[in-house]
């Protein structure tokens, strides 16, 4: 299933991600932010179980801010599994 995650605190704006009928990640792309980076994330994590990817990078910082693109993506699986039931 394919969804859309508004971003908050990061540079990057949206996430555009799947999650498979078997819990792993599909395809992942960022809108805004660091392209090389968050592109080589989205590479990474695809084919992974969601719940290892949320283990993975919740609770990374970038800088001095509270969160980042990884964190946002994490938090982005987390609702998704949620709004899945």
């Avoid at 555009?16 to 932010?33: A, C, I, L, P, Y």
């Avoid at 994330?41 to 990374?60: F, Y």
Wanted: aromatic fraction near 4%.
């Amino acid at each position: 299933m394919k969804y859309q995650y508004q971003t908050s605190g990061t540079c990057s704006r949206m996430i555009q991600f799947e999650v498979n009928e078997d819990g792993t990640v599909g395809e992942v792309s960022f809108v805004g932010g660091c392209h090389g980076n968050l592109q080589g994330i989205g590479k990474l994590v695809k084919g992974m179980k969601a719940s290892e990817v949320i283990d993975r990078l919740k609770g990374i910082k970038c800088g001095a801010k509270p969160t980042s693109c990884p964190d946002q993506l994490a938090q982005a699986l987390a609702a998704a599994i949620a709004q899945k039931g």
